[in-house]
């Protein structure tokens, strides 16, 4: 393997036309061969999804990163993902995530201090390890996870949050829930949990913005967070499609807001999207309310089959940070690897992966 002094810096690549990249990338992986893996989320754009080994949403990603035996794993995805990843995946195994700009805007509205705050002013109105099991959403930073690793909690993905949450009552009384509060919101109403008993919790108010009488009578304390990109379906845009296609059904991400979950015929994770659309009966017409990139792909593979896809907002609604990981990036870190440089790697640090371990471990446990 030829071994350069230095990595090769993604300036070389920025101005690099897509045709040029996807043969660097292809060449790339011929020369790595089983020594690499590529993961891909469902969000990721058809010119680097294509080059995934294996796709799919966060829960089945993280199954995958337990059982690969490639050296490097390439993840196509955001931030918290490859941090997962590289949490999961033994530790001789290297992670790498193509731009590390590709955070996830909602897993930025909760941080380690407004946590830890948070925790001491609930703690003044009651016991928190006693009283509240403290539940992340996979999308998260993973010093997050870490918080409820050592407070007796877990974390959760769009796939699991109802049967999370069952497990998270059997431990204490109260849930506190962040990042997405929509998520919290659907999944406690699928439980039965009255709206009122699920405030939410403003990090940035003294007491979360709460009198002592609504936290006592509070079963989900739902963070105040939200994905920008699923927040801006509406039911409006629901009613527009059944008037044309009163025939037509709906499917929705729970991270979209709970009007348009309950107008919505299915709602579920974006394996559960694509996995209930594609398995319908030809010439059947549905309105999806979830990321672009998904929409669109699907649309294209369910087209032979006379099946219509209509994305759910007349505005683009991408996942601008997703959109980051782009095949200049790619093939930028693949010529690294084939020159033996590891350039964007994931590590999360070993106090904070044990903690965090812990709660995926009882997440993959309890779902
Ligand atoms: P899924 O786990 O359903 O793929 O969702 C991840 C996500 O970030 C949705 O916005
Ligand atoms: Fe985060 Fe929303 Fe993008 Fe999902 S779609 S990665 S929640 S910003």
């Given at each position: ?18 045709d040029d990249?996807?043969a ?10 089983k020594r ?6 469902h969000?990721q754009?058809?010119s680097v ?8 949403d966060?829960?089945?990603l ?5 059982n690969?035996?490639?050296?490097f794993?390439v993840?196509?995805g ?11 995946s ?10 590390l700009?590709?955070?996830c ?10 946590v ?6 609930l703690n003044n ?5 006693e009283?509240?099991t ?19 909690g877990?974390v ?8 999370i949450?069952?497990?998270?009552f059997?431990?204490r009384e ?10 919290g ?5 699928q439980m039965?949990?009255?709206l009122?008993?699920?405030p ?21 304390l739902l963070?105040?967070g939200?994905c920008?990109?699923h927040q ?7 009613e ?5 296609h009163?025939?037509?059904?709906v ?7 709970f009007?348009?979950?309950l107008?919505?015929d299915?709602?579920?994770s ?7 659309v594609s ?8 309105l999806?309310?979830t990321?672009?990139?998904?929409v ?11 099946k219509?896809?209509?994305?759910m907002?007349h505005?683009v609604c991408?996942?601008?940070t997703m959109?980051?990981?782009d ?9 690294n690897l ?8 994931i590590?999360v640090?070993?106090?904070e ?7 995926l471990?009882?997440m993959?446990?309890?779902?």
């Open positions: 393997m030829q071994v350069h002094a230095a990595p090769i810096q993604f300036d070389h690549f920025q101005s690099k036309k897509n990249c996807q660097r990338i292809l060449a790339a992986r011929k020369k790595l061969g690499l893996v590529i993961l891909g989320h969000y754009h058809e999804y294509r080059h995934a080994d294996f796709s799919g966060s829960l089945k993280s199954k995958y990163c337990e690969l035996d490639a050296e794993i993840f196509l955001v931030h918290f993902m490859a941090e997962v990843a590289d949490i999961l033994r530790p001789e195994q290297v992670v790498i995530l193509p731009d700009a590709a955070g805007s909602m897993a930025d509205m909760a941080n380690l201090a407004k830890e705050r948070s925790f001491r002013e109105v009651l016991n928190f390890d009283t509240i403290p539940v992340t959403y996979i999308n998260s930073a993973a010093d997050l996870k870490a918080f409820c690793g050592e407070h007796g877990i959760c993905t769009s796939t699991n949050a109802p049967k949450l069952d497990w998270s059997k431990q109260k849930v506190l829930f962040f990042p997405d509060q929509n998520l919101r659907w999944s406690g109403y039965g949990i009255p009122e008993q699920m939410i919790w403003d990090p940035d108010q003294p007491q979360g913005g709460l009198t002592i009488e609504q936290i006592k009578n509070a079963k989900i963070w105040k939200h920008a990109v801006m379906f509406r039911p409006q845009n629901i527009q499609f059944k008037q044309v009163p025939d037509g059904q499917i929705s991400h729970p991270e979209a807001p009007d348009v979950c107008n919505s299915f709602v579920g974006t394996e559960y999207i694509l996995k209930t398995e319908a009966a030809p010439n059947t017409k549905w999806v309310g990321e672009l990139n998904l669109t792909r699907l649309a294209e593979q369910m087209q032979p089959q006379g219509l896809v209509q994305f907002s505005v991408e996942c601008s959109a980051r990981i095949p200049q990036h790619l093939a930028w870190v693949l010529e084939v020159d033996g440089n590891i350039v964007n790697q590590t640090p070993a106090d992966a044990v903690l965090a371990k812990l709660t471990d009882r993959l446990a309890a779902s």
